[in-house]
Every structure is written in C-alpha cells, then in structure tokens.
C-alpha cells in the first residue's frame, strides 16, 4: 500500500525524470500519464454521505483551485470491502499529483471542507489505499465529463486486475491485449475507458483495466459473447502455449458511478 507522505514526497524528488517509463504518443497520448486511484473503505452508518458531501466541495473547488478532479467517483456494488468509495484521477505526471494535494492542504476553503469532514465522534473513513497506475501504450484519452444537467442514468463500471507472475509474463500480457484481445473486446460490447499497469502499490506486476457498462445485463452479455468468440478462444490458447499462464490471479470488483461523478 502506498501512504499519502510517500506519495507526495514522489513527486517532491522528481521521480518523473529519475525512474518513470514514458508512455507512446502513438494515439495522441501524452509523453507521460498517470491514475491514481484513491481507495476509500468505510463502515455502515455516516461516513459514505460525509464523504460524498466532502468530494463535492473538492470537486467543486477543483478549478478554482487549478487542481485536477477526479474523473470518475464510484461506489462499490460487489467488492471485498463495503462500503466503498473509489476515485480515479488522470495526470500526465507525479509532480502533477503532488501538486493537487499540496494546493488541497494550502487552501482555506479546503482545508475548512476537510475539518467538516473530519468533524464528528467518528473517524471519516476506516481505511484509504491509494495506487498510482502507469498507462499502458495503448491506453484510450479518457471520456470527457457528463454534462451538467444530465439525466442519463449512471453506469455500471468493473474493474479487473490480472496478475501476471512475471514482468516478462505482464509484457506478454499487454502485447495479448494490444495485438488482439482490444479488438475481440470492441465487437462483444466491452469498451474500457484505461488500461494499465501498477506502478506504486499492491500486488504487482498486473494489468488494471476499467470498463463501463450501461447497466449488469450489458456486463453479462457482452462477457458471454467475448467468452464464446472462437478467436478469443484460439488467441487464449495460443498465448498459454506459449508463454504459460500470463493472467495467474483475476480480481474484479463492480462500481457504480456515483451521482456526482464528472464521469459517470
């Protein structure tokens, strides 16, 4: 697990230029891009709404603070904590991330939002993960924001994790994907919104993926047509044989975007 002051003082030491890998422009992607994902675990009772009232003041302070928002805010459906709240914010680089909490401890306006949060016989969360993920070359610009005003209804949003047991596997993992897997995905109705790959964090080497569906029923049909393709299951087959078993362990957790979420 990466804990907040080691992963401000990422940023502080210029790690971009010392040890980052930079990512293909191939698709109009920066020189280099980022995800953080903020994970927060909470317990029944008050802290989901303190929380949400919280990141609605963040979000809302987000441009006036020239700080990045979360794109997407997501409350857990089936995960292996609940309740839970996850954040994916997009940056092109680490300083860029400790930029936004240092201007996020600076502000009055935030640091007041903060101390509300905080406020109360109990603590505002029971436990915050946070992950910085690498882009993968192939990765997609993110989606842009809901319009305000909007009325369609959230999505469904999954999160897969595949461990790889070698970085030589995980580089077979991603050439899979990028070569092949990409375009089965497209024509069963599975269209994520980033791919990538652990950088600071847990359980690595993997492959983390996030994907959009308009509701469960969508999720259940497009994984049933990816699952039958007969390329698929020749491309699977293929890869094993070749390079043994490069997805060893599969988390998925499912999300629903919340609300407020600028992607939702």
Known sequence: MLTRRAFVGVGAAG???????????ARGLPAARYFLLESYLLKNGSQALRLS??????????????????????????????????????FDSPEGMAAMQ???RQDASARDAMAAWEAGDEPPYEELNETILEAAEYCPPLPAAVVAGSTKPPRVFELRTYHSPTERQLKALHERFEGTEIKIFERSGIHP??????????????????????DLAAREKAWTAFGADAEWVKVRADSIAKHGQI??????????????????
Do not use: W
């Not at 010392?18 to 990512?23: D, E, I, Q, S, Y």
């Not at 988390?251 to 609300?259: G, H, I, R």
């Open 15 to 25: 790690a971009c230029a010392a040890g980052f890998a930079k990512v293909g422009t």
């Open 53 to 90: 009232n919280y990141m609605r003041t963040r979000i809302g302070l987000a441009q006036q603070l020239q700080i990045v928002p979360p794109s997407f805010v997501l409350e857990a459906l089936i995960a292996a904590h609940m309740p839970q709240v996850l954040l994916v914010s997009a």
């Open 102 to 104: 240092r201007k996020l």
């Open 193 to 214: 919104v980033l791919y990538s790959s652990t950088l600071y964090g847990a359980n690595k080497p993997n492959l983390t993926y996030l994907i959009p569906f308009d």
């Open 247 to 264: 997805s060893s362990v599969i988390q998925m957790s499912l999300f629903k975007a919340a609300a407020y979420s600028p992607v939702r």
